[in-house]
């Protein structure tokens, strides 16, 4: 869809769903859902690290774990919220093994890059029951 199309389509007034039927026809519809499962939540805005705590680390902490039992140079980690110094290294090992600066932060790029594994490993894991 062109930008400069829809803007001016919703210049004009239409609404969402009319401006992609104008572009994919009539028989096209938006669907929603109440949940949204296997994917994990987004970049909690903020650098994770020594001292950090809360449903975001407890939630990379459980991430790095699932990681952990594929790549067993990550070591597998209490999952407390709080982020300390055995979460510092199993987050420095991910990052070593996945090419990232290996410096013990979660930041926006690590954030993403154990998102994504995570997602791979454990879908992997599924597809073998």
Same mark, same amino acid.
């Given at each position: 869809?062109?930008? !400069?199309?829809?803007?001016?389509?919703?210049?004009? %007034?239409?609404?969402?769903?009319?401006?992609?039927?104008?572009?994919?026809?009539?028989?096209?519809?938006?669907?929603?859902?109440?949940?949204?499962?296997?994917?994990?939540? @987004?970049?909690?805005?903020?650098?994770?690290?020594?001292?950090?705590?809360?449903?975001?680390?407890?939630?990379?902490?459980?991430?790095?774990?699932?990681?952990?039992?594929?790549?067993? @140079?990550?070591?597998?980690?209490?999952?407390? %919220?709080?982020?300390?110094?055995?979460?510092?290294?199993?987050?420095?090992?991910?990052?070593?093994?996945? %090419?990232?600066?290996?410096?013990?932060?979660?930041?926006?790029?690590? !954030?993403?890059?154990?998102? %994504?594994?995570?997602?791979?490993?454990?879908?992997i894991g599924e597809l073998n029951q």
């Amino acid at each position: 869809m062109t930008q !400069w199309g829809s803007k001016a389509l919703g210049d004009q %007034g239409l609404s969402a769903i009319q401006i992609l039927r104008n572009f994919y026809g009539a028989n096209i519809y938006i669907n929603s859902a109440s949940e949204v499962a296997g994917v994990p939540s @987004s970049w909690p805005g903020a650098n994770l690290t020594i001292g950090s705590r809360g449903d975001s680390v407890r939630q990379m902490q459980d991430q790095l774990n699932a990681i952990a039992g594929v790549y067993t @140079s990550i070591p597998v980690i209490a999952v407390d %919220g709080a982020f300390g110094p055995q979460t510092q290294a199993a987050v420095t090992a991910f990052q070593q093994a996945f %090419g990232l600066p290996a410096n013990g932060i979660v930041d926006l790029p690590t !954030w993403y890059r154990i998102s %994504g594994i995570y997602v791979a490993v454990t879908r992997i894991g599924e597809l073998n029951q």
